[in-house]
């Protein structure tokens, strides 16, 4: 349970730095490389990945392993870059809501890939889950249009991205102790993807990039590691992990939004916050 908590405080954590990176006009691209080399340096010094007996060869031939950290590599800085052109072409309201009922395909991987058995009291939580997440995201959308192609395909890769990444997620924590190799691997793909992308736009390096990247990195860091250790404290239910901590991150973000950076919160986002942490009470309770 500890695990899911450092999780969701840590996801939390990362939302609200961004959003303050976004106020002082930061280069967040620039933050998400630091924070890879930061992710790295990390899982290296305390996780101490074993890399004995660990051939190119094998990697990229034979290794189920192999597969997971490559597109894990590639997805983790591509979602955050995809997030914020959905935040540019179809605005903050819907990207938010796309990121969120991603939570549609954990779920059902949960059932359909990991062999979850269904119960009861899974199916109140998944349901009121949804409705509280339906509570939270609506909100009005202001004069923003997203009635335009770019605007229908980034919100649509922002779905699926982080969809998938919860799902491989899961598949990393299922490795056990070879789960420091698998994270290492991943962010040292994701930090080359980064910065080849940083370097094809000719970007302008900045000081504040590099410390406010070292923030993100360890915060990041500590939420992808406590997330992956409670997958594996509630290896027979994934259910629990993805749902606990989708509305535990979106009901926490909420009140910091509102107590922190005083941001508007309707009755109906009030309702959701209840919603959302009866959800969280049934899969623990019932």
């Not at 349970?1 to 405080?9: G, K, S």
């Not at 930061?26 to 933050?31: N, R, S, T, Y």
């Not at 031939?61 to 591509?78: D, H, M, R, T, Y």
């Not at 698998?182 to 080359?192: D, P, R, T």
Request: include cysteine; aromatic fraction near 14%.
């Amino acid at each position: 349970m500890h695990n899911l908590i450092i999780a969701i405080l840590c996801s939390v954590a990362v939302s609200a730095l961004l959003k303050v990176a976004r106020k002082k006009n930061l280069i967040v691209e620039q933050m998400i490389a630091f924070n890879y080399i930061t992710a790295i340096l990390l899982s290296y010094f305390l996780l101490k990945p074993d890399f004995k007996g660990l051939q190119f060869s094998d990697v990229i031939i034979q290794s189920e392993q192999s597969i997971v950290f490559i597109i894990l590599g590639i997805l983790l800085p591509a979602v955050f870059i995809i997030m914020a052109k959905a935040v540019e072409f179809a605005g903050i309201v819907r990207s938010d809501a796309a990121q969120r009922l991603s939570l549609f395909l954990p779920i059902a991987a949960s059932f359909l890939i990991f062999g979850e058995q269904f119960s009861q009291s899974r199916l109140v939580s998944i349901v009121l889950a949804f409705f509280s997440l339906f509570f939270l995201l609506l909100k009005p959308s202001g004069n923003i249009s997203t009635n335009t192609v770019k605007g229908a395909v980034t919100l649509i890769l922002v779905w699926l991205g982080y969809g998938i990444i919860d799902i491989l997620f899961k598949q990393v924590a299922k490795t056990g102790s070879n789960f420091p190799t698998v994270l290492f691997i991943s962010f040292f793909f994701s930090a080359c993807f980064t910065f080849i992308y940083l370097l094809i736009k000719k970007t302008t390096w900045t000081v504040s990039g590099l410390l406010y990247g070292i923030m993100l990195g360890f915060l990041n860091f500590m939420n992808i590691l406590f997330y992956i250790k409670a997958h594996q404290s509630f290896n027979q239910n994934p259910t629990i992990v993805f749902t606990a901590m989708n509305i535990g991150v979106i009901c926490l973000g909420t009140v910091i939004g509102a107590t922190v950076f005083k941001e508007r919160i309707s009755k109906t986002n009030g309702v959701g916050v209840a919603l959302g942490i009866c959800s969280i009470l049934c899969l623990f309770l019932l």
